[in-house]
Nanobody
């Protein structure tokens, strides 16, 4: 079955960096686009970034453009999100997503940006 396991969250200071990872299993990772979403307390889940099958095509929400970088390693069935210049408003649970016949989600990893 499809499994998505996120890791790398934690506490960071404003201006700091974190790198999230998503390890995928149960499907042919290299033929699916992948995405990162996030959900802050009291807010709806929002799309943060997406990446095409080869990594050549990416999309970023305006709020993270220039600060976050999405990437993938198809040999390792893993997607990454490098987050730099973190802001308190980046605080959220970050989820890995793949769209097949339905949406599949990981359990999420909590990112807290605070001094």
């Amino acid at each position: 079955q499809v499994q998505l396991v996120e890791s790398g969250g934690g506490l960071a200071q404003p201006g700091g960096s974190l790198r999230l990872s998503c390890v995928a299993s149960g499907f042919t990772f290299r033929i699916y686009a992948m995405s990162w979403y996030r959900q802050a307390p009291g807010k709806e889940r929002e799309l943060v970034a997406s990446i095409g099958t080869t990594g050549d095509t990416t999309y970023y929400a305006d709020s993270v453009k220039g600060r976050f970088t999405i990437s993938r390693d198809n040999a390792k069935n893993t997607m990454y999100l490098q987050m730099n210049s973190l802001k308190p408003e980046d605080t959220a649970v970050y989820y890995c997503n793949v769209k097949r016949s339905v949406d599949y989600w990981g359990k999420g990893t909590l990112v807290t940006v605070s001094s």
